[in-house]
């Protein structure tokens, strides 16, 4: 059954660094997401894209986080200029068109910012 | 208001038990409401979900309950087994975002 896949599946970075988080979403899905959740707590939405735009984004979503679908395959998020509480568990979900609620997750990637 | 109000935070339950979680929401415009389990160090994964035109939905040993006028929804797990020990996520969305409720730790006891 295919899967939506992350990379790398821990990063460790230093405060103010960048890093990037990638995904590979499943190939005929439309609909990509990032969730992240802060150890111990809830899931909690970052962002949408469709059609290689931001479709909605929370407040958490704030100018030191970017997303990008490169070359049709991967998606990415961007973190500018790690934060300490930008360490989280961070997840990539997408739909198939025609099932417009069933979001398929990723293992998802830790991020530990020092 | 986008909540999603998630009891108990953590359960515990014999084998063979019926843990019961429940949801509350707040936002009328939600149409979707999932149920996510989570094994530590995985991603959610989903379990059964539910509509707001139907009052129960059954898959297996999962059963979800639905009552639209008290805005509340909950989970039950027939028989339950230790492996069903995880975290249990309630959701709601309209259009495709999730709004996640706090998580209830299961620990299904052999």
């Known amino acids: 059954e295919p899967e939506v896949t992350q990379t790398p599946s821990h990063q460790v970075t230093q405060m103010g660094q960048e890093v990037i988080l990638r995904c590979v979403p499943i190939?005929?899905?439309?609909?990509f997401y990032w969730y992240r959740q802060i150890l111990g707590q809830k899931v909690e939405f970052l962002v949408s894209?469709?059609?290689?735009?931001?479709?909605?984004k929370s407040e958490i979503f704030d100018d030191q986080f970017s997303v990008e679908r490169p070359d049709g395959s991967n998606f990415t998020l961007k973190i500018r200029s790690t934060k300490l509480e930008d360490s989280a568990m961070y997840f990539c979900?997408?739909?198939?068109?025609?099932?417009?609620?069933?979001?398929?997750f990723g293992p998802g990637t830790r991020l530990t910012v020092l | 208001q986008q909540q999603v109000k998630q009891s108990p935070q953590s359960l515990i339950v014999q084998k063979g038990g019926i843990p019961i979680i429940n949801c509350a929401y707040e936002?009328?415009?939600?149409?979707?409401f999932p149920w996510y389990q989570q094994f530590p160090g995985k991603g959610p994964a989903l379990l059964i979900a539910?509509?707001?035109?139907?009052s129960e939905k059954k898959e297996g040993r999962f059963t979800i309950s639905f009552n639209k006028s008290a805005k509340q929804f909950s989970l039950h797990i027939m028989d339950s087994q230790p492996g069903d020990s995880a975290t249990y996520f309630c959701?709601?969305?309209?259009?495709?975002?999730?709004?996640f409720g706090q998580g209830t730790e299961l620990s299904v006891k052999p």
């Open positions: 936002n009328t415009a939600f149409d979707y």
């Open positions: 979900a997408s739909i198939r068109e025609g099932t417009p609620d069933t979001q398929y």
């Open positions: 959701a709601a969305s309209r259009g495709g975002k999730l709004i």
């Open positions: 894209f469709y059609n290689n735009e931001i479709s909605e």
């Open positions: 539910i509509r707001p035109d139907v």
């Open positions: 190939s005929n899905h439309l609909y």
